[in-house]
T-cell receptor, first 117, second 109 residues
């Protein structure tokens, strides 16, 4: 199957700093990427949908100015958590789909564990 | 909101078939049923999907009732490595996957 990578796999930062997480589709072009957040013992929560070359679409309740998403190429999307606080500590997971509306399966990255001190 | 309901947990003996049920009574005609699983601290892994016919691949079988209001994922010979949270998702044409709470499957020796 297709491979999606995330970098870093884990990060620890101080409160108030910004953290950038990269999501790459390694062997296919992803017109659409998705960002999820998962708190311990909870399910994945969709944060936003990212289409290459356009602004991301955020789910209700997700602050777009706090979670900046850039999808500058067909193989790379980035999520920047700005002015991170301890409550932003979570497992962030991206996924990539080859084509929108085609019912292709989404391929998920391995996740990035963010800990804000 | 998730459109599916699943039991929170199930146990299965190694080597036996694991049958994971899912209710999706409000599914509409053009929505697919997808199954993913998530092993602890990893990203979800695609298992199988279907519209109305039963499907089988190297990982599992998917049985969808005739009225499409429920489905069952079958792992024919569960192994310890199949211990994971299994998510049943109804997917529309927006490509979004809305995860519910899933079923935590524990395979024991």
């Amino acid at each position: 199957g297709a491979v999606v990578s995330q970098h870093p796999s884990w990060v620890i930062c101080k409160s108030g700093t910004s953290v950038k997480i990269e999501c790459r589709s390694l062997d296919f072009q992803a017109t659409t990427m998705f960002w999820y957040r998962q708190f311990p013992k909870q399910s994945l929560m969709l944060m936003a949908t990212s289409n290459e070359g356009s602004k991301a679409t955020y789910e209700q309740g997700v602050e777009k100015d706090k979670f900046l998403i850039n999808h500058a190429s067909l193989t790379l999307s980035t999520l920047t958590v700005t002015s991170a606080h301890p409550e932003d500590s979570s497992f962030y997971i991206c996924s990539a789909a080859a084509a929108s509306g085609s019912y292709n399966e989404q391929f998920f990255g391995p996740g990035t564990r963010l800990t804000v001190l | 909101d998730a459109k599916t309901t699943q039991p929170p947990s199930m146990d299965c003996a190694e080597g036996r078939a694991a049958n994971l049920p899912c209710n999706h009574s409000t599914i509409s005609g053009n929505e697919y049923v997808y199954w993913y699983r998530q092993i602890h601290s990893q990203g979800p892994q695609y298992i199988i999907h279907g519209l109305k016919n039963n499907e089988t691949n190297e990982m599992a079988s998917l049985i969808i009732t005739e009225d499409r209001k429920s489905s069952t994922l079958i792992l024919p010979h569960a192994t310890l490595r199949d211990t994971a949270v299994y998510y049943c998702i109804v997917r529309d044409n927006t490509d979004k996957l809305i995860f519910g709470t899933g079923t935590r499957l524990q395979v024991f020796p």
